[in-house]
């Protein structure tokens, strides 16, 4: 099975799961706020998810297809970073 095949497959498990999320969130944010209030919360909560997913998708691509060897150090040198800061606050 070839690499796009068998991501897309998991992506679209990944998908399907969390899908069974969305109708207790709905629940639980509907005593949070007024009924005035739920509509722009609901715009501003469905901005933050889109912004997340062009994020993901456009400028993970973009920095993946970039060779520049200044960039890959920069990005393990991150990733180390956070990788030792989330194991030292343990």
Not at 35 to 59: N, P
């Amino acid at each position: 099975m070839n690499h796009v095949a068998a991501f897309s497959l998991l992506y679209s498990v990944n998908m399907y799961f969390q899908s069974y999320g969305a109708v207790s969130i709905i629940k639980v944010k509907a005593y949070w706020f007024h009924v005035r209030e739920r509509g722009v919360f609901g715009a501003i909560f469905g901005t933050l998810i889109s912004i997340g997913v062009y994020f993901a998708f456009d400028w993970g691509r973009q920095l993946s297809y970039d060779q520049s060897r200044r960039h890959r150090r920069l990005v393990a040198r991150f990733a180390e970073g956070s990788f030792r800061f989330h194991h030292k606050n343990r």
